[in-house]
């Protein structure tokens, strides 16, 4: 266990419907990112915040993505209207910040849309 | 749990022997590199990092090795143990302000008891 906390675990949904993931990361990080990680592939970096601001966007994040980190402590990993192809695992890592900063990840949160 | 990665390289290696997992990168820029274990179901688990001005960085059971020249890392595995069982990823940074890591493909090391 990192201390990086995400929920839920697992997510099945409907094809059009709209989830939400949360990210809990070890408390003194003020960094903290989201991946996605298909199956055979490693993780791919969609999007980071340090602290409260979003500072960087993947081109892989469509309009249909939005995060947040209202308080620089929790994210939220929101998709709409999801399609077959956001089935995937979605992965949460915090550090300290820095170029030789550690990240940690979570679990992952095992999105399916059926 | 779920599988990782189905269709990965895979190294098959007997236990007590030493594995060696070898990654190419691409961005001459890159100047941090990380190892990172992922088992079935569970996240990413950091192993060993090394900056691009070291060649060499040891730590306990693995070493890691950077050779710029040729943009290639390798993972060393002492006395390879059962535990050892999953998938590694190299990553990269290839030195912007995010800080944000490239992964690459993976690999899967079995090891045989």
């Known amino acids: 266990d990192t201390g990086v906390s995400q929920n839920p675990r697992h997510k099945i949904t409907k094809r059009g419907q709209n989830v939400t993931f949360r990210c809990d990361p070890i408390?003194?990080?003020?960094?903290l990112y989201w991946y996605r990680q298909t199956l055979g592939q490693g993780p791919e970096f969609l999007t980071y915040f340090q602290n409260e601001a979003q500072l960087e966007k993947s081109r892989l994040l469509s309009d249909r993505f939005s995060a947040e980190r209202p308080k620089g402590s929790f994210s939220t990993l929101e998709i709409q209207r999801t399609e077959q192809g956001d089935s995937a695992m979605y992965l949460c890592?915090?550090?300290?910040?820095?170029?030789?900063?550690?990240?940690?990840f979570g679990p992952g949160t095992r999105l399916t849309v059926t | 749990g779920e599988s990782v990665g189905l269709h990965l390289p895979t190294l098959s290696v007997q236990e007590g022997d030493n594995s060696i997992i070898n990654c190419a990168y691409s961005n001459s820029a890159s100047d941090y590199f990380i190892w990172y274990k992922q088992e079935s179901g569970k996240g990413p688990q950091f192993i060993i990092d090394?900056?691009?001005?070291?060649d060499k960085r040891q730590g306990q059971r693995v070493t890691v090795l950077l050779n710029k020249t040729v943009k290639h890392l390798s993972l060393q595995i002492a006395a390879t143990q059962p535990g050892d069982s999953a998938v590694y990823f190299c990553?990269?940074?290839?030195?912007?302000?995010?800080?944000?890591?490239?992964f690459g493909s993976g690999t899967r090391l079995l090891v045989r008891p």
């Open positions: 408390s003194e990080h003020n960094r």
């Open positions: 990553a990269e940074n290839r030195g912007d302000s995010s800080y944000k890591l490239i």
């Open positions: 890592a915090s550090s300290l910040g820095g170029l030789t900063s550690e990240q940690y």
């Open positions: 090394i900056r691009s001005n070291m």
